[in-house]
């Protein structure tokens, strides 16, 4: 059986990845696929901790997790299809714009 600390180092990797994605990227939409990186790695993270302790209540809270994230993904994807239309451009630098 695979330790839990494999399960979590796993986790903490596939979040740092989303962060640096997140930070480093100027394009909307691959912000928006670290975001989802980082959801990934909160959820394996539950999801093992759930198993760990026989518990139920990590594996329900994932699933509201992944509604979530898939709600946050169709409206950040109509966000940047607007932006893409106004702008012809999904870099995050546009934005300021839309501001007033």
Not at 3 to 31: D, E, H, K, Q
Not at 46 to 65: N, P
Request: net charge positive; with cysteine; glycine share 8%.
């Amino acid at each position: 059986m695979i330790p839990l600390s494999w399960y979590m180092a796993l986790a903490v990797v596939l979040f740092c990845i989303g962060v640096c994605g997140f930070l480093t990227r100027r394009n909307i939409i691959m912000m928006l696929l670290s975001l989802e990186l980082m959801l990934n790695g909160v959820n394996l993270n539950l999801v093992a901790l759930s198993h760990f302790l026989d518990s139920v209540r990590g594996q329900a809270f994932t699933f509201f997790i992944i509604t979530v994230a898939a709600c946050e993904a169709a409206i950040g994807l109509g966000i940047a299809i607007a932006l893409y239309r106004s702008r012809k451009s999904v870099h995050v630098d546009t934005i300021n714009e839309l501001k007033g």
